[in-house]
């Protein structure tokens, strides 16, 4: 039953990692959509230049720096929003970082730091904002996990333990907050990001890589998550794409993960960049925007998604042949 009681009032959300990619995408949506928005990151810069852009796409939107990987401030931004607007009814949890290289030649100090942004961040945030959901007795809680969930990212092992962590973790609170039925927990697992994600994240090993021109759009992941505040559901694959990588990956997971791995191990042998922390240790430097640098230009859509299946269906076909010649 609908509560047209809270329908009436205008809803408030927060969205960490607000002030590029993804989280910028989903802010503009949500300021399109008339909400009021706290938008968190670690850098003032970006988010004032969110804040200026939401207010001018009619939202009303303010912001506060935050680091989610510590935790009181998390808790003062949960503060900080309901002293502004009362209520938080949408929290999303979308800061992550990542960085990728050989596990051995990564700085540890950089590993963990991957750890407490992207799984304690997301704990973090539901340890905060579920109390004040009861409180309500409604919200939503929105975990923009990625494919890592389901499968390991090429050179890439401690990213891909956070986001396995984060679906563990948030599973488990799906079941444990089932009881109240109008407090909802939302995974959505989108496939690599045509975002400034990239372009910040921390690489070693000599890697030096740009944004595949198949990666997804920023602003239709945006639009899957704010599909969610409107009918919500556990988990959600926000593309065809992202749902076929799972598919294959489930019935050929060492095959495909092998493929996967040889790609990296050739680009660093033949690439010869320099270190970069990126923003693991220090929020995100310009650009602040959604879109990364691609490697090529980016074809049309309808061509992404034919060439996108041409691709997953060859990797399918090849890796049945495989195993078909294993077991001859």
Not at 77 to 90: H, M, P, T, Y
Not at 170 to 185: D, F, R, T
Not at 290 to 319: F, W
Request: charged fraction near 15%; hydrophobic fraction near 40%; include cysteine.
């Amino acid at each position: 039953m609908k509560n047209t009681v809270i329908d009436l009032i205008t809803k408030t959300a927060v969205i960490t990692g607000a002030s590029s990619g993804v989280g910028l995408a989903t802010a503009h949506l949500f300021a399109q959509n008339g909400y009021q928005l706290v938008l968190a990151a670690r850098g003032v810069e970006g988010l004032e230049k969110a804040v200026s852009e939401c207010n001018a796409y009619g939202g009303k939107a303010v912001y506060k720096s935050t680091d989610v990987s510590n935790a009181n401030e998390v808790k003062d931004l949960v503060e900080f929003a309901l002293k502004e607007f009362g209520r938080i009814d949408i929290w999303v949890n979308n800061a992550g970082v990542m960085s990728s290289g050989k596990f051995g030649e990564i700085p540890m100090e950089v590993n963990e730091q991957v750890i407490k942004t992207n799984l304690m961040g997301y704990m973090h945030g539901a340890y905060y904002v579920l109390p004040v959901f009861k409180e309500q007795n409604q919200g939503i809680l929105i975990n923009n996990v990625s494919i890592g969930g389901f499968m390991p990212a090429p050179f890439s092992s401690v990213y891909s333990a956070t986001k396995t962590g984060i679906k563990g973790l948030m599973s488990g609170l799906q079941s444990e907050y089932s009881v109240y039925p109008a407090i909802h927990i939302c995974n959505i697992y989108p496939q690599i990001q045509r975002s400034t994600g990239n372009m910040h994240s921390a690489k070693y090993s000599g890697l030096d890589f740009k944004i595949p021109p198949f990666a997804a759009d920023p602003n239709d992941t945006a639009k899957v998550i704010y599909n969610l505040t409107i009918k919500p559901k556990n988990d959600t694959f926000p593309d065809a794409s992202s749902y076929l990588i799972k598919f294959i990956h489930g019935i050929f997971p060492q095959t495909f993960t092998n493929l996967a791995t040889a790609v990296m191990r050739l680009m660093m042998k033949f690439s010869n960049g320099n270190d970069n922390e990126g923003n693991i240790l220090y929020a995100s430097s310009d650009p602040h925007q959604i879109y990364g640098e691609t490697s090529i230009p980016v074809p049309s859509k309808s061509t992404q998604r034919i060439v996108s299946l041409g691709i997953l269906i060859g990797l399918g076909l090849y890796t049945t042949t495989r195993i078909r010649r294993k077991y001859k």
